[in-house]
């Protein structure tokens, strides 16, 4: 585990998420925890005592969202960005969930710091831009969370970390765009390393294409893929729809089962 002592050169802005219940300080540049950071832990399926692990924490925005779903479960988080790791150590702080915590900086490509085969359930909000296909950020904080390219750990290293990690039967669940859905359930497949698929889609508004996917599966657990209705996130005047705003206010559970 990290310093928690922040970095000195790293402007942070203060925000909350879930009508104020989840504090975050977070790099004024950079990715922000938005809605698909509150959509994906309202997805994650959690017990009583279970080990919840988020990859590519972050500054923890995610994790911390489902550390509300159950005041039994411990979190353990992973990021390559060391500044992001200090941050979300103090966040843990901020909503009095330390004790529970645990964040560590590394790459997935060769961290050996946290357990195989030891997780309950697992979440990824992976980069959405596939590299080689967009041009980099200059910025390296907005480039790692965007792009394939700026780490060199492609989507399949993402889901073959995950495998390593959670045990048989336990739960991985992501949210990526929906124009790579396939390459989603490809990575996902690729030695069968994971079955059970569960779609859930999200639409901007009703009659339009959905621009992101719910996805979760089930390490070495097979049936057939499941494809749910999903939910229109938007009116046709612009507010949320009372679906959409229940999981951003409210924290209201999405049913993936």
């Not at 992976?126 to 967009?134: A, F, L, M, N």
């Not at 780490?151 to 045990?167: D, F, M, N, P």
């Not at 901007?204 to 097979?222: F, L, M, N, S």
């Not at 049936?223 to 005047?237: D, R, S, T, V």
Request: charged share 20%.
């Amino acid at each position: 585990m990290t310093d928690p002592t922040p970095p000195s050169d790293l402007p942070v802005i203060e925000t909350t998420l879930l009508r104020g219940r989840v504090k975050l300080l977070q790099p004024k540049v950079g990715f922000h925890a938005a809605i698909d950071t509150v959509f994906l832990a309202a997805a994650v399926p959690v017990k009583d005592r279970w080990q919840v692990l988020d990859i590519g924490c972050g500054v923890g925005s995610a994790g911390l969202c489902v550390t509300l779903k159950n005041k039994n479960i411990s979190l353990t988080g992973i990021d390559i960005q060391r500044d992001l790791i200090d941050i979300a150590l103090q966040n843990a702080g901020l909503n009095g969930v330390s004790g529970r915590c645990r964040f560590f900086q590394g790459s997935i490509a060769s961290e050996k710091m946290i357990e195989n085969n030891y997780f309950n359930s697992a979440l990824m909000n992976p980069p959405y831009q596939e590299g080689g296909t967009h041009i980099p950020s200059p910025k390296s904080i907005t480039a790692m969370s965007h792009g394939e390219d700026a780490s060199g750990v492609t989507l399949e290293k993402w889901i073959k970390y995950a495998h390593s990690k959670i045990k048989n039967g336990s739960y991985l669940t992501m949210i990526h765009r929906a124009d790579r859905l396939d390459d989603v359930l490809i990575a996902l497949g690729k030695k069968r390393w994971f079955g059970s698929f569960v779609v859930y889609p999200l639409y901007p508004h009703a009659g339009e294409d959905a621009r992101r996917v719910i996805i979760q599966a089930r390490k070495e657990r097979y049936a057939p893929l499941k494809l749910k209705a999903g939910m229109i996130l938007h009116q046709k005047n612009g507010k949320y729809t009372p679906e959409a705003e229940a999981v951003l206010s409210d924290a209201a559970v999405i049913d993936m089962g």
